[in-house]
């Protein structure tokens, strides 16, 4: 069973939930997207479990998880720098609902992992 349009749906319907309704005496801007997420560093990665911990908390990348470095779709884990500054929104059970890094950080030694 395909969950994604679940997923999309229950994001949508919370995102009502919470954002007031626009009105034109209003005066508040609806909440953004970017502010739905949040910010880390990236300190551990473990490829064979297909897990990430962002500031020392476990986080499960599922195939679901909508992860990016800079503009390319991340196919492998081991693409991930660690110790880079990442934006995410945790999903459900633990698991990223997205995963975003603004730019490939060079390895240092000059080794790939």
Request: glycine residues 8%; positive net charge.
């Amino acid at each position: 069973m395909n969950t994604k349009p679940i997923a999309w749906l229950a994001l949508m319907a919370a995102m009502a939930a919470v954002l007031p309704p626009v009105q034109a005496d209003d005066g508040v801007p609806p909440l953004p997207l970017y502010m739905l997420e949040q910010r880390g560093t990236l300190t551990r990665i473990d490829v064979a479990r297909r897990m990430v911990w962002i500031d020392r908390k476990p986080y499960k990348v599922t195939d679901d998880t909508q992860a990016y470095v800079g503009s390319r779709r991340l196919d492998d884990l081991r693409q991930l720098p660690r110790g880079a500054e990442v934006a995410f929104m945790p999903g459900e059970g633990g698991a990223l609902a997205s995963l975003w890094i603004e730019r490939e950080v060079p390895d240092p030694t000059g080794r790939r992992r």
